[in-house]
């Protein structure tokens, strides 16, 4: 199994809600990244897992929260966000060997709109 | 910030000819990827290139690595209509062989062959 899952595949939420955007893969790599990007944008990472540990946070607001239940599953929780975060959320999984992090695998998105 | 910069921003040609993207990028990397993404969606892994490594070939795609002018090109030969698509370069920074995983995407040219 060489894919990436992310659902929902769209969400519309508003200002004071609380959602949750979810990512798998099985195939057995220890790194898990999200991104988020901007129409007509490069991705932007926003967090990096090796490991099932946060080894990277972009400075992102709090609002957005990101959890790693085990290996496998990634999952970002979202409250009280802004419309300006309207964007396609892509979640992203790497191997991880001898600390070295390799070319990355990439889920379809999550469009995301906030009213 | 956005590390790489990509030129052109668009590419249009015809079924046939061959498409040339090149990347610049700021400081010292670990290796430099290539992805494609298609309407919006996912992005696709292309190829993988180390810093200690000048060229690499995959299928129809030839990239190349100048790290002493911090520059990168993806050669696409005998492009097809399938091939349409936004073209990224993204780079892993840490000198001295060290990849933290953290992709740092170029703005992308946009790729259209004409059948």
């Known amino acids: 199994d060489t894919e990436v899952t992310q659902t929902p595949k769209h969400l519309v939420m508003g200002m004071t809600n609380k959602k949750s955007l979810k990512c798998e893969q099985h195939?057995?790599?220890?790194?898990m990244y999200w991104y988020k990007q901007k129409a007509k944008k490069p991705p932007e990472l926003m967090f990096v897992?090796?490991?099932?540990?946060?080894?990277i946070n972009e400075s992102v607001p709090s609002r957005f929260s990101p959890e790693c239940p085990n290996s496998s599953l990634l999952n970002l929780h979202l409250h009280a966000l802004q419309p300006e975060d309207s964007a396609l959320y892509l979640c992203?999984?790497?191997?991880?060997?001898?600390?070295?992090?390799?070319?990355?695998?990439f889920g379809p998105g999550t469009r995301l709109t906030v009213l | 910030s956005q590390q790489g910069e990509e030129d052109p921003q668009a590419l249009s040609i015809q079924e046939g000819e061959n498409a040339t993207m090149n990347c610049s990028y700021k400081?010292?990397?670990?290796?430099l990827q290539w992805y494609r993404q298609n309407s919006g969606r996912g992005l696709v892994h292309l190829i993988l290139?180390?810093?200690?490594?000048r060229e690499k070939h995959s299928g129809r795609l030839r990239v190349t690595l100048d790290t002493s002018k911090k520059s990168s090109s993806l050669l696409i030969t005998a492009s097809r209509a399938a091939d349409t698509a936004s073209y990224f370069c993204?780079?892993?920074?840490?000198?001295?062989?060290?990849?933290?995983?953290?992709?740092?995407f170029g703005q992308g040219t946009i790729l259209t062959v004409h059948p």
């Open positions: 993204a780079t892993d920074g840490g000198a001295g062989g060290t990849s933290y995983g953290k992709l740092t």
């Open positions: 400081t010292s990397i670990n290796n």
């Open positions: 992203a999984s790497s191997h991880l060997a001898g600390g070295s992090y390799n070319e990355q695998f």
């Open positions: 290139i180390r810093s200690n490594e």
């Open positions: 897992y090796s490991y099932e540990k946060l080894s």
């Open positions: 195939m057995g790599h220890r790194a």
